[in-house]
């Protein structure tokens, strides 16, 4: 599976944004499909997952509330929303997709290739 995030921007602080990410094949649709971010000099951590059917989805403390992730099945492609953003959400935000839930970077086989997000105060 091939992923292709886009998006990414920069905006002010209290603003918003959607991410994107497509998938290159249908097998996309049985996959559970996260978000991770990677601000500089920081670990990659998880920011928002979402199983395949879209039912359920998953959220870090620190985007609870003012993110949703959602996908399109029909169009391979699965959608971060972020409100309220804070410069603290400055990173290079990553999709990826794994066959079981998880919150670790390291259990996600297929990986875009990362868009930037930069909030200014």
């Known amino acids: 599976v091939q992923l292709q995030a886009s998006g990414g921007g920069l905006v002010q602080a209290g603003g918003s944004l959607r991410l994107s990410c497509a998938a290159s094949e249908r097998t996309y649709s049985t996959y559970i499909m996260g978000w991770f971010r990677q601000a500089p000099g920081k670990e990659r951590e998880f920011v928002a997952a979402?199983?395949?059917?879209?039912?359920?989805?998953y959220y870090a403390d620190s985007v609870e509330g003012r993110s949703t992730i959602s996908r399109d099945n029909a169009k391979n492609t699965v959608y971060l929303q972020m409100n309220s953003l804070k410069p603290e959400d400055t990173a290079v935000y990553y999709c990826?997709?794994?066959?079981?839930?998880?919150?670790?970077?390291?259990?996600?086989?297929?990986w875009g290739q990362g868009t930037q997000v930069t909030v200014s105060s």
């Open positions: 979402i199983t395949w059917s879209g039912s359920n989805t």
């Open positions: 990826a997709a794994h066959r079981s839930i998880s919150t670790r970077p390291s259990m996600y086989d297929y």
